[in-house]
């Protein structure tokens, strides 16, 4: 495990010499000034030079102290003679072993978690540190390390995302899409290339050329160009400040890496208070004379098409949760982007919601927009029956690693509530399986929702759900009070009696027990002590029923941990999950259940009886592999604790306004509750006239912004619901 607080770039060229050192350098210098906490590691050196004490001395480590002093640097292991890393090791035979990625992939990572847990606080900036580590290759992807492995194989147990360097000399294009294949097989996300300029253009021709080149690469190979560097004669001048204005332009051409790193991450490096300062007054101004010109052209095209749009929208769509006939009053959205949401007319509001928590890395995240185009390009959907296809294979992989151990089956449904109706039918179907023909009921608490479909709906709140309206058609289920232990208070076990007794006195009935684990969500954002769950388990597990958890909403970080469930340390025989899956960009839901599970329902010839058309969609599933891919960067840990500790902040002095019940803050989700429905229509109004998007419901104004969302926006949120509650606009 890497540290939450780091993240890992391995650096690949396309061949020897294509420049990986001078981009390291010069990303590194760059980083360094931008305020990230550097570290560059240098895993194989061969041609190493024998210095005067008869040490080996890295020449590339050298070339990056003397790029970006501030850097810390590590060389791992050196030979003297420049050649293939298998080869040198050969020819130095050091205790006569080859060399293994694996062992070096393990050194790799405890040189980065003591480098990362020796400073944990950055010199130059309050708060945890942003790291960022370079791990420079040796040759290009497929250099071997024995006769084996190639430096691939390293790079693959690593599993950091991959810059990759390409020497612009004739054959680039085929070096570069050649690597790009390595990596794609070795299932290596790649950032994007660097084109670098190995030497001066020479003639026109020759610039002609290497102009075309960056767009070959990234139309065949679909990654993007991140920079190009060009050629800088001045890094081996004689005069110190030559070497610094040319290492100041290296570092200037590769800011877009740095950027481009951040956001993968969701992090971006800081600006210099000076830089920050600068961008301010030109970004007010420019904003100053852009709201100006939108309000006037806002005024006229709001009016034409905006008016008879709206007027369609409200007289014939139908909105969620509304009158068809009278509906609450629906913004016209032309644009998302990060933590924002762009109105028709130029409004730009920041956003508490993440599309009702899916986008959970904001909206247009690069990496997710790209592996969406690069699917549609090959293949938008196919049907899964009879036919599969590598993006949903590849993320039932990686599910899978992810996922509580014993989980091993995957189906992929197309909603969360879909998801939720298969997990009930696979524990019915278990519960057939076994014999077991009395067990057609499922139990749960009060307060908790799953869905929208009948079977889930059978298991939300039974009185402020949606059961009332359909009481006669539901399928008739088992209810215990909800959990009224708090998250944050001394548990009491008194909590799990009423469970107990109702499931002892139906364990017959029971084929499952469904929870949301820890946060009940739209059945009333409230957070329950992780023993309850722990109690419910054992319950389950004493009776003989399955446990089915709801992680819809709590999956991929949420509440500060990857799943709620690991609070407890509670593994479910049958897990849900959707809305983050694909960060919020497709709907894509999965419901994964144990072995055990597979088997009972597969008992003499069985099968499970669910299937729709767009399962396991292949644009939904490449979408969804890439946002699993930004979440096991690990990042999301650091962003959520920092989302706690900001919405604590600005969220707690509304505890003291007049009506008010409580306010409660767990991971990255913040809820005030209040004594009495709130008037959703002019509260709403109220918050997008402050720039924010708030969607509140019954009793709750609550926040659950995307991961990558600043401290500021965040703060605009918070202002703006003690605004609303202050001036009273939510009665
Ligand atoms: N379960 C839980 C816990 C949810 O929060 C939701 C959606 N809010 C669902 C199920 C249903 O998901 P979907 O809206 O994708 O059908």
Redesign the pocket.
């Known amino acids: 495990m890497l540290p939450d607080n780091a993240l890992c770039l391995s650096i690949a060229g396309t061949d020897t010499d294509a420049g990986k050192t001078v981009v390291t350098a010069a990303l590194a210098r760059a980083a360094v000034a931008a305020g990230l906490r550097t570290l560059i590691i240098k895993p194989i050196q061969t041609g190493s030079i024998v210095d005067a004490q008869g040490k080996l001395q890295a020449p590339d480590i050298a070339l990056c102290r003397e790029a970006a002093p501030g850097a810390d640097t590590h060389a791992l292991l050196q030979f003297a003679t420049a050649c293939s890393p298998q080869l040198a090791a050969q020819l130095e035979a050091l205790d006569e072993k080859p060399l293994r990625a694996h062992p070096l992939a393990e050194e790799i990572g405890k040189v980065v978690r003591e480098w990362a847990l020796a400073t944990t606080f950055c010199t130059n900036a309050p708060g945890p540190c942003r790291n960022l580590v370079l791990l420079e290759g040796a040759g290009g992807l497929l250099t071997p390390l024995s006769h084996r492995e190639t430096l691939g194989e390293l790079f693959a147990l690593l599993g950091w995302p991959v810059l990759l360097v390409v020497a612009n000399r004739l054959g680039a294009i085929n070096h570069a899409l050649l690597s790009l294949e390595a990596l794609r097989s070795r299932h290596l996300p790649c950032l994007g290339f660097v084109m670098n300029e190995v030497r001066e253009a020479q003639s026109e021709l020759e610039r002609t050329i290497r102009g075309e080149n960056p767009k070959a690469v990234e139309s065949l190979g679909h990654k993007p160009c991140l920079a190009k560097l060009p050629h800088v004669p001045g890094l081996n001048a004689p005069e110190f400040s030559a070497r610094e204005a040319a290492w100041n332009g290296a570092a200037r051409a590769l800011s877009p890496v740095l950027h481009a790193v951040g956001t993968w991450q969701g992090f971006a490096p800081k600006t210099t208070t000076q830089e920050k300062r600068s961008q301010e007054t030109v970004s007010k101004e420019t904003a100053a004379q852009e709201t100006a010109a939108q309000e006037t052209a806002a005024q006229e095209t709001v009016d034409q098409e905006g008016v008879a749009l709206l007027r369609f929208d409200r007289e014939h769509l139908w909105h969620p949760y509304t009158s068809p006939l009278r509906p609450l009053r629906a913004w016209e959205a032309v644009g998302s982007s990060g933590a924002r949401i762009r109105l028709k007319g130029g409004r730009e509001l920041v956003d508490g919601m993440a599309s ?1 928590w899916c986008a959970i890395h904001g909206y247009n995240h690069p990496w997710l927009m790209r592996a969406l185009q690069t699917q549609a390009q090959s293949m938008p959907h196919l049907m899964f029956g009879g036919l599969t296809h590598a993006p949903a294979v590849r993320l039932g992989q990686r599910l899978l690693g992810m996922a509580p151990p014993a989980l091993k089956h995957v189906f992929f449904a197309d ?3 879909v998801a ?1 109706e298969v997990a009930l039918k696979m524990a019915l179907q278990y519960g057939q399986a076994k014999g077991e023909t009395r067990r057609t009921q499922v139990m749960t608490v009060r307060g908790g ?4 479909t009948l079977g ?1 709906m059978s298991v939300c709140d039974p009185q402020d759900g949606m059961h009332a309206l359909f009481s006669g058609i539901l399928p008739k289920q088992i209810f215990a009070p909800r959990p009224e232990c708090r998250f944050d208070a001394p548990y009491n076990p008194a909590a799990e009696q009423a469970f107990a007794k109702i499931l002892a006195a139906h364990a017959d009935l029971v084929a499952a027990v469904i929870l ?1 684990p820890i946060v009940q ?2 059945g009333g954002m409230w957070f329950y002590h992780p023993a309850f769950l722990r109690g419910v388990h054992a319950l389950c597990k004493q009776h003989g029923c399955l446990l089915i958890l ?1 992680e ?2 709590t999956g991929f970080g949420r509440t500060g941990k990857l799943f709620a469930c690991e609070h407890a340390d509670v593994q479910p025989d049958i897990l ?1 999950l ?2 983050g899956l694909s960060g919020g960009v497709m709907t894509l ?1 999965a419901t994964l259940a144990t072995h055990e599970v597979a088997e009972g329902i597969s008992q003499g010839g069985g099968m499970l009886m669910h299937g729709s058309t767009f399962m396991a969609n292949a644009l939904a599933c490449a979408v969804s592999e890439a946002s699993l891919e930004l979440i096991s960067g690990g990042g999301w840990r650091a962003e959520v604790a920092r989302l706690e500790r900001v919405l604590r902040q600005g969220l707690s002095p509304c505890a003291c306004l007049p009506g008010v019940v409580d306010v409660r803050i767990l991971g990255a989700i913040g809820v005030v509750e209040m004594e009495s429905e709130v008037n959703v229509e002019r509260l709403q109004a109220f918050f997008v006239e402050q720039g924010v998007w708030i969607r509140p419901f019954g009793r709750l104004v609550y926040l659950m912004p995307p991961y990558i969302i600043t401290d500021d926006e965040i703060a605009t949120l918070c202002t703006a619901i003690h605004r609303a509650l202050t001036q009273e606009a939510w009665r």
């Not at 929702?449 to 929208?452: A, E, I, L, Q």
């Open positions: 009702w909603s969360g509530s939720v929702y799953h869905g929208d889930a949301e969500g739209a709801d819809i909403a849900c959707g809305k839901a």
